[in-house]
């Protein structure tokens, strides 16, 4: 099993900025890579929708409310994916979540995908 650890998540005002990091671990085998990674967000009562998304090979995309402002990102070394996000509105409060494939060696070698549990980002004047 991965633990996914999302933090930097807090409240600030419109037009500042935040980064959110989400830490991978495992207590079983060792994580040999990050294939993937997904940034999520959810408003209760509403649906998750996607954020932003990136994989290993260099690829990156983000959802429309996302681009120009939000930027992914992952350190494959230190098992760590990133969303740094510019220029916060109020409309982007809500729970943040990661969502990772990784390549797990334990014996065997599998790919797995884990999500974290998320962190709160919450933009008010």
């Known amino acids: 099993q991965v633990q996914l650890v999302e933090?930097?998540?807090?409240?600030?005002q419109p037009g500042e900025s935040l980064t959110l990091s989400c830490a991978a671990s495992t207590t079983s085998g060792r994580i040999r890579s990050i294939n993937s990674w997904n940034w999520?967000?959810?408003?209760?009562?509403?649906?998750?929708?996607?954020?932003?998304?990136?994989t290993s090979g260099g690829f990156t995309d983000y959802s429309d409310f996302a681009k120009g402002r939000f930027t992914v990102s992952a350190d494959n070394a230190a098992n760590m994916v990133y969303l740094q996000m510019n220029n916060l509105q109020?409309?982007?409060?809500?729970?943040?979540?990661?969502?990772?494939?990784?390549?797990?060696?334990?014996?065997?070698?599998?790919?797995?995908?884990?999500?974290?549990?998320?962190?709160l980002v919450a933009v008010s004047s």
Do not use: H, M
Request: hydrophobic content about 35%; aromatic content about 10%.
């Open 7 to 12: 933090s930097g998540g807090g409240l600030v």
């Open 40 to 54: 999520y967000r959810q408003v209760p009562g509403k649906e998750r929708e996607v954020v932003a998304g990136g």
């Open 90 to 119: 109020p409309e982007d409060t809500a729970v943040y979540l990661c969502n990772v494939d990784v390549t797990l060696v334990s014996g065997l070698i599998y790919n797995r995908v884990f999500w974290g549990k998320g962190t």
